[in-house]
């Protein structure tokens, strides 16, 4: 009898952790915490850069169908969509292709956009909508082909060098209304679709 309660008693101080075990335990969570934090900043802006690119690139699909069908003509679009001041009647990208990709897709929203595709404002109806669209059209390609813009007549650019869209630059933008609103970059780097639908950095 007092041999198993002996080895029961042995068993029981084997279970637990000891004050030093726990302690060099602690501590090495808290080393791999020290590294992790200042790494993973870096980290989430990447992931958001990677989504935005991947948005952009469904964009450039949706130009490359629309030309298609379109003699190689871009859509006519403006800059940038309501409710910023732009000085153009034109739809905007997400409205010009529609029916190639849907305006109010989650495509339209670059992950890294705090403030502009949720921006809320009252439309000509009277309704508060968003503004629904974290990018910019360069209105060089708008209602033209490649061959008839100033990038390739003036600057003598090819498509893998000739921005079509990108994300908004940070800044302040202001409304339609004349309301100015503070917006951040949306990752520590830019996302520039180009006309041969490659998404790379500004060039």
Not at 82 to 100: F, H, K, M, V
Not at 129 to 154: D, Q
């Amino acid at each position: 009898m007092s041999i198993r309660l002996e080895r029961h008693r042995v068993r029981s101080a084997r279970a637990g952790f000891t004050l030093v075990e726990l302690l060099v335990t602690i501590s090495i969570m808290a080393i791999l915490i020290g590294i992790t934090i200042p790494v993973l900043p870096k980290v989430m802006d990447s992931a958001r850069r990677v989504a935005c690119s991947s948005n952009l690139r469904q964009i450039g699909i949706s130009l490359d169908l629309y030309k298609d069908r379109n003699k190689l003509k871009y859509p006519v679009a403006r800059y940038i969509g309501d409710p910023w001041l732009s000085g153009s009647e034109d739809l905007p990208l997400n409205e010009a292709l529609e029916g190639y990709l849907d305006s109010d897709s989650e495509v339209w929203k670059c992950p890294g956009d705090r403030v502009v595709y949720d921006y809320e404002y009252e439309n000509d109806e009277g309704q508060i909508v968003k503004a629904g669209l974290s990018y910019v059209y360069i209105t060089a390609f708008s209602g033209r082909s490649f061959e008839e813009t100033f990038y390739a007549r003036f600057l003598q650019r090819t498509p893998s060098d000739s921005p079509v869209s990108h994300d908004y630059d940070g800044g302040v933008f202001e409304t339609q209304d004349g309301d100015e609103v503070q917006v951040g970059f949306f990752h520590s780097k830019r996302n520039v679709l180009y006309a041969d639908s490659h998404v790379g950095e500004p060039q």
